[in-house]
């Protein structure tokens, strides 16, 4: 498996609009290994991590960088803060609550098997703001695929 990364300054977002976001490709799937977030702002902004269903409007499409410039492309996408929110699936039960500092933030970790996004351009994992205003943040996601 190769590794990818991506990463961007998000827009606010919010609890329908992912902040930042990673889908698999048609017959490729993922598997998330890390995601950080910090907050760029002064307020206080909780996140958490949900399964996506649907691609809804995603934003910009992120670049992906290879850790192994060997390595073949990515196939999957990672996607800055969405416009028109696609469907929430399961709550993975990460969450964070990032203080009113800019650089208060979380890096989220997913041990040796990593968080499995299925093959399907529909399929992802992202972050959307748990409760309240969101926030714009500093993000980036590692994945294997």
């Given at each position: 498996?190769?590794?990818?990364?991506?990463?961007?300054?998000?827009?606010?977002?919010?609890?329908?609009?992912?902040?930042?976001?990673?889908y698999?490709?048609?017959?490729?799937?993922?598997?998330?290994?890390?995601?950080?977030v910090?907050?760029?702002?002064?307020?206080?902004?909780?996140?958490?991590?949900?399964?996506?269903?649907?691609?809804?409007?995603?934003?910009?499409?992120?670049?992906?960088?290879?850790?192994?410039?060997?390595?073949?492309?990515?196939s999957?996408?990672?996607?800055n803060?969405?416009?028109?929110?696609?469907?929430?699936?399961?709550?993975?039960?990460?969450?964070?609550?990032?203080?009113?500092?800019?650089?208060?933030?979380?890096?989220?970790?997913?041990?040796?098997?990593?968080?499995?996004?299925?093959v399907?351009?529909?399929?992802?994992v992202?972050v959307?703001?748990e409760?309240?205003?969101?926030?714009?943040?500093?993000?980036y996601?590692?994945?294997?695929?």
């Amino acid at each position: 498996m190769a590794r990818y990364s991506a990463g961007a300054k998000t827009s606010a977002g919010s609890t329908t609009l992912p902040l930042i976001s990673l889908y698999s490709a048609a017959a490729v799937g993922a598997k998330i290994r890390e995601i950080g977030v910090t907050n760029t702002t002064s307020t206080a902004v909780d996140i958490k991590l949900v399964r996506l269903t649907t691609a809804g409007t995603q934003g910009t499409g992120l670049t992906e960088a290879k850790y192994d410039a060997d390595a073949a492309a990515a196939s999957c996408t990672a996607f800055n803060t969405h416009s028109v929110g696609p469907t929430v699936g399961d709550d993975l039960g990460y969450r964070a609550s990032l203080g009113a500092a800019i650089g208060s933030g979380v890096i989220w970790t997913f041990g040796d098997q990593g968080i499995r996004v299925p093959v399907g351009t529909g399929n992802g994992v992202g972050v959307i703001v748990e409760n309240g205003t969101g926030q714009a943040c500093q993000a980036y996601i590692i994945w294997d695929e």
